[in-house]
């Protein structure tokens, strides 16, 4: 079962938070972006999103870590459930945040109606726009609307939402187990936190804004599915 969990919401460096513990050993990491592996999962994240009960041992099967998952989740529960657990939070400079966030997930996910409806239409008859109609609507119902109250378009309400959030896991996780992170932090930090060894390869670091924009181009062609 997983020995770690990123508490941190998007657009925090969990992309190459993923790609280090894996280099670490903790192989393999769950990364939202692995539902495109297991469009399965959408329909689990959907109960989860409801507070029903999900079987995640059966879920997250040889998986050791967790990043940018549902934030709609009860991560307390976890810490119960697995004292061995760790937690990881990502932060970012609130603005810095805002700004990525809005030009990458937010601006490809919003789209506009007609195109919305498009989309919907085609998935009808392919495939592999079907699950990319069912990954937005899932990102509409957890995200855009439960966890930033359908206001992500309203900077300040989005910041005081992401930084109420990173003030309760603060307050939530036992400060032996947490660890407050930032990506430009390096190794260093999340070495120590998981009592691993330094690698001598470069930290890694992937998915920037310019990265997401260019994956994103082809997502009318199912290209990222």
């Not at 939202?32 to 099967?61: C, T, Y």
């Amino acid at each position: 079962m997983f020995k770690i969990l990123d508490a941190g919401l998007g657009r925090t460096g969990t992309m190459s938070l993923k790609h280090a513990l894996e280099e670490l050993g903790f192989s393999k990491c769950y990364h939202f972006s692995d539902i495109h592996k297991h469009p399965e999962h959408i329909d689990l994240w959907r109960a989860v999103s409801r507070g029903e009960s999900v079987d995640l041992e059966n879920m997250f099967q040889g998986y050791r870590a967790l990043v940018y998952w549902s934030p709609t989740y009860d991560y307390q529960s976890l810490l119960q459930q697995y004292p061995d657990l760790k937690v990881i939070l990502t932060v970012r400079e609130p603005e810095k945040w805002y700004k990525s966030t809005y030009d990458t997930i937010y601006t490809y996910n919003r789209l506009t109606l007609s195109r919305k409806l498009l989309l919907s239409f085609f998935s009808l008859f392919q495939p592999k726009l079907k699950k990319l109609h069912a990954l937005w609507q899932l990102q509409e119902d957890i995200l855009w609307k439960k966890t930033f109250d359908g206001r992500f378009h309203d900077k300040d309400h989005a910041i005081a939402v992401f930084t109420k959030h990173i003030e309760e896991v603060k307050k939530n996780v036992p400060s032996d187990r947490l660890l407050v992170y930032k990506i430009q932090d390096g190794w260093e930090p999340l070495c120590q936190f998981l009592q691993v060894a330094r690698p001598e390869t470069p930290f890694p670091r992937v998915n920037d804004s310019d990265a997401f924009k260019e994956w994103r181009k082809h997502i009318f062609s199912g290209k990222s599915l």
